[in-house]
């Protein structure tokens, strides 16, 4: 009973140290953007909060990570987030551009339809660029994942995958959208709480959701359904290549093999040979 009281209680106090970690660290790497969406008038300030979303990329990646440790019984947060965010700006810096320039375009066309066209006519245009910009923000979390996970496959290639993936599969990508949704709504309305401590768990449901997203890549690439071997294979993790690998094999020692003898013919005594013609 106290066994699995102990263990009950350690589940519980890692599940919340990882939370309450990935929160700050998280709101920590994206302070710039934070900085400039709750502390100043977008209408005016758009144009840095441009240049400073980008930083969402490594973030995720790097909290991707962190729960990806915690799935294997890792236990440090601050580690893993410190030494994962430098191979997500490499990895996932791409992404947090391209969603950031697609975003701001998306925003511009959608205050100029609302602008142009008061009322019904700028309902389709503002649906359609609607839809587009749900499509952008699934895509990058979900190639966001896929660089965490799959750290062998190139990004081109990533990007791809994670637009057909989370196509295929709208209604998780649909899922998280809205959660994240709602966790900025409460953060607009000036819940400090949201970002302090809701952070990570709403990325926590973002990163589950996308690994649901991302099982045709898995099994396309031959991968367990659980993912161990491609989160073994991160770049966040340091993978042993063939030289570690040979040298940590245990040698095997080498029996020498003796070498048959040639086959020799049965030889007849020659008291018993018969001669032909001749009689014994």
Known sequence: MRRS???AFLAISSTAYLMLGVSALTALATAPAWGVALTTDLAA???????AAPLAGPALYAAFACFSDHAQGGLKVFGVY???WPVGLRRAGPFGLAASALG??????????????AGTPALPALAALAVVGAVVAATFLTAVAAAQEFGSVRRRDLAKAA?????????WSLFTLAALALWLAALTRGAVWALAVALGPALYL??????HVLAPLRAWLG????????RRRSSADRPADAADAAAAAPAVPRVPIPAAAPPTAARVPAATTIRRGVAP
Request: aromatic content about 10%.
């Open 223 to 230: 991968e367990p359904r659980d993912g161990s071997a491609a």
């Open 206 to 211: 973002a990163w589950s959701n996308s690994r």
């Open 5 to 7: 009281f102990g263990q």
């Open 104 to 117: 701001a375009v998306i925003a511009v066309d959608a205050f100029a339809a609302a602008r142009a066209g």
């Open 82 to 84: 410190a030494r994962a």
């Open 45 to 51: 300030t758009w144009p840095a909060l441009v240049l």
């Open 163 to 171: 637009l057909y993936c989370s196509v295929r599969r709208g209604g």
